[in-house]
């Protein structure tokens, strides 16, 4: 078994490279023309951020070029004093004024980047808040049918993984790329001065460079790109691993052996394409090196051959020599900044990207005011199909729920009951059909107004790692008696009774002091939840998935006496515990199928009279 190959899926080899076009076409032309944008939108975010802390580090990056200017200018000075002719003490005292103004100068520049460097250094922290919280304001209000897209996953990854921490990185760097090419401004500016001619010599010695910088740049990018599904595959893995919820199962079934060669097999093909990008971006840079060198060999001969025909003197040549050295530190500096901005801009594109698709699946502002009760709920002709699903999880299904009733909804898997619930419920909208409260239809109301009037038990409910007051109330504040009768009437309360610091108690062991639940008492936890909300309509999904056959029994008899002038929507396998339901629908293949009450069906001898009689056989 120890040689059986094994099934990678969707993160087989070939796969991985699946979008190595993306990067085909860029060259430093491409960079250039996006630097602006990249420079722009990083500078918006900045300011969203910090206004004040923006200005500052922009207009000391500002003064600190000017500085440099100066100083540069007035080195002309010192060394033209220095090179004239006379005793050596005259020359040092004349050149004393411009000696003391180079001081000046680069006190002030000094003091002008450390001011820069502090009010940058302000703004990371701020930038990432602002980042983090676009995000995740916008991943909670995506509709729920987004997380059932793999292409939304692939690029939530990516927004989540590079995208988020990239923000600050983009928004220092495109300051660090303004601030070099302030550096650059001040030494052309003075190189122009001293001589026109000068000017061209400082892109000779650093074009090389840029180019080895811009491909090793799309090097990167695209490889990280195309290992993507890999790091996700490596993730959900080392969970499977290292996380609690799967680590009994994974010693019962003697797993480790075998998801420890799988992540062995992903890790190793990552490995392999990570050692030959390492190799790739070592010769770039080798060969732009090697061109850098020959290009700096250039300029110094060309200095040589104006001082040597007396087209410039020899003060205004170590004047330039100094000048062209801060140039080419500024404009390495500037290639170094604009290709990790170029680089980590385009992470920082994948979580604009991601804001961008994540707000227009957003709904638009819907004025009209969702209804806080109802006497009718219909959904009439509804269907719906999940996103990549080939066939309809529903197909023009038409229910009534009417107020004070107990409906059923009944089938066997993959029937749509869940589906249809989620849709009645606010969470997915039909793709065809209306679902109205008494004639309006709800797609024209806010659905989280909508979904304030319906409360919730999921049979997948959410282990939250909160306090067990939190996990039934929620954030709510309805005060203790109404989270007491909550409990109380769920079963919850001989729960709460036995953890050590009762609702203050932590549900998640992982924390210090944190109390751990079976999953029947997760279950009334979650039945609690959906008591406390005290809603119109209470919509219970598979309630006593994990409940034995007393707490089973006590818990419909609670739902039946909680259900008293509110309307509940029951889904269950179980079907002893529909045949009181005022209403049955039965569901096949993501249709109604058969509906009625419990003796109407039975007397119909169709699916549910097969399954009912299939489930009453196992007892008997």
Request: net charge negative; proline share 5%.
């Amino acid at each position: 078994m120890a040689d059986e190959p094994l099934e990678l899926g969707e993160i087989s080899f070939s796969d991985w490279h699946a979008h190595t076009d993306k990067m085909t076409e860029v060259g430093f032309l491409t960079i250039a023309r996006r630097l602006p944008a990249l420079v722009g939108q990083a500078m918006r975010m900045a300011w969203r951020a910090s206004p004040r802390d923006t200005a500052a580090t922009i207009g000391f990056n500002l003064a600190g070029g000017i500085f440099t200017a100066f100083g540069l200018l007035a080195t002309t000075g010192v060394l033209d004093a220095l090179f004239r002719e006379g005793p050596t003490p005259d020359r040092v005292r004349a050149a004393l004024p411009s000696l003391a103004l180079v001081a000046v100068a680069a006190a002030l520049r000094t003091v002008t980047q450390a001011a820069a460097g502090w009010a940058q250094s302000r703004l990371d922290p701020q930038v990432s808040r602002l980042t983090e919280e676009r995000l995740y304001g916008l991943t909670s209000r995506v509709p729920l049918a987004a997380y059932d897209d793999p292409d939304f996953h692939d690029a939530l990854q990516r927004a989540r993984m590079r995208g988020v921490s990239m923000a600050d990185v983009v928004v220092m760097t495109a300051i660090d790329v303004m601030t070099a090419l302030v550096g650059i401004a001040a030494v052309a500016g003075v190189l122009g001065v001293l001589h026109p001619v000068l000017l061209p010599l400082l892109l000779l010695a650093v074009l090389p460079d840029a180019w080895a910088a811009v491909r090793s740049a799309r090097m990167r990018y695209t490889t990280m790109y195309s290992l993507i599904p890999a790091s996700r595959r490596k993730w959900i893995i080392s969970e499977l691993l290292a996380d609690r919820s799967p680590a009994a199962e994974v010693r019962s079934f003697t797993m480790r052996g075998f998801l420890l060669r799988m992540y062995d097999a992903v890790a190793r093909a990552e490995q392999e394409v990570m050692l030959r990008l390492a190799r790739r971006q070592t010769v770039a840079r080798l060969v732009g090196e090697a061109l850098g060198g020959l290009g700096s060999g250039l300029v110094y001969v060309a200095l040589g051959l104006l001082l040597a025909f007396g087209a410039l003197p020899l003060a205004v040549a170590g004047t330039a020599v100094l000048a062209i050295r801060q140039g080419q530190m500024s404009l390495s500096n500037l290639m170094y900044a604009t290709n990790r901005l170029y680089e980590e801009g385009l992470y920082f594109t994948d979580f604009l990207d991601f804001c961008a698709d994540a707000e227009q699946r957003i709904s638009e502002s819907r004025p009209t005011p969702a209804p806080t009760a109802f006497q009718e709920i219909r959904a009439d002709d509804v269907t719906f199909t999940y996103p990549g699903g080939e066939s309809p999880a529903l197909r023009g299904v038409t229910v009534t729920i009417s107020k004070g009733e107990v409906v059923a909804f009944v089938g066997e898997n993959g029937s749509g009951k869940s589906t249809l619930a989620k849709i009645l419920s606010g969470l997915y909208e039909p793709e065809g059909g209306t679902v109205t409260w008494d004639g309006l239809d709800v797609s024209q109301v806010p659905p989280d107004e909508l979904r304030l009037a319906i409360a919730v038990i999921a049979q997948d409910h959410t282990r939250w790692p909160l306090t067990a007051r939190y996990n039934i109330t929620m954030g709510t504040d309805k005060g203790e008696p109404a989270l007491v009768s909550a409990a109380e009437v769920a079963g919850a309360d001989e729960v709460i009774a036995e953890l050590p610091h009762g609702y203050r108690t932590l549900l998640d062991r992982r924390f210090k002091d944190g109390h751990e639940l079976s999953g029947g008492q997760w279950q009334r936890i979650a039945v609690a939840r959906g008591f406390h909300r005290d809603a119109p309509l209470l919509i219970c999904d598979e309630p006593t998935a994990a409940l034995d056959a007393r707490a089973e029994h006590a818990l419909f008899e609670r739902i039946r006496h909680h259900s008293e002038g509110r309307t509940v929507l029951l889904i269950t396998h179980r079907l002893a515990s529909v045949r009181y339901a005022d209403r049955i629908y039965v569901l096949d293949h993501g249709k109604v199928v058969e509906e009625g009450t419990h003796q109407q069906l039975m007397a119909a001898e169709g699916l549910y009279a097969d399954l009912y009689t299939l489930q009453a056989q196992a007892y008997r």
